[in-house]
């Protein structure tokens, strides 16, 4: 998993994952995101190179998400695959972790925390 991030404005974040968010993946991830989701005003997780999606590597958006919400912010998801965006779907996560499907409108979703 690679992970590459990039300040939007002031106090938001654009992160790029390309990989595997697996067992493997969700290592790489879980301490750039916990310290991003507790720094930043805004998060927009790009998910167009994520190939699979386990368990883990939701818990670790999950827990990105809810840190975000408490301090008033949000986290998107940026164009993640098909397969991706229904596993989320059909875990119930939409209103959580909300998909968008262009960087204007992840932009936008979080540009209120900005």
Request: hydrophobic share 55%; net charge negative.
């Given at each position: 998993m690679e992970l590459v991030t990039t300040d939007i404005g002031n106090t938001a974040a654009r992160v790029a994952l390309v990989g595997k968010l697996d067992i493997a993946g969700a290592e790489v991830v879980a301490l750039p995101l916990a310290?991003?989701?507790g720094a930043?005003?805004?998060?927009?997780?790009?998910?167009?190179?994520?190939?699979?999606?386990?368990s883990i590597g939701i818990r670790h958006l999950i827990m990105a998400a809810n840190v975000q919400s408490r301090r008033g912010a949000r986290l998107v998801l940026l164009n993640p695959t098909t397969l991706i965006a229904g596993v989320l779907a059909n875990a119930g996560?939409?209103?959580?972790?909300?998909?968008?499907?262009?960087?204007?409108?992840?932009i936008s979703a979080v540009s209120f925390a900005d």
């Open positions: 310290t991003l989701a930043k005003q805004g998060l927009i997780i790009d998910m167009s190179g994520v190939s699979f999606l386990s996560l939409a209103d959580l972790l909300p998909i968008v499907h262009s960087e204007a409108e992840a």
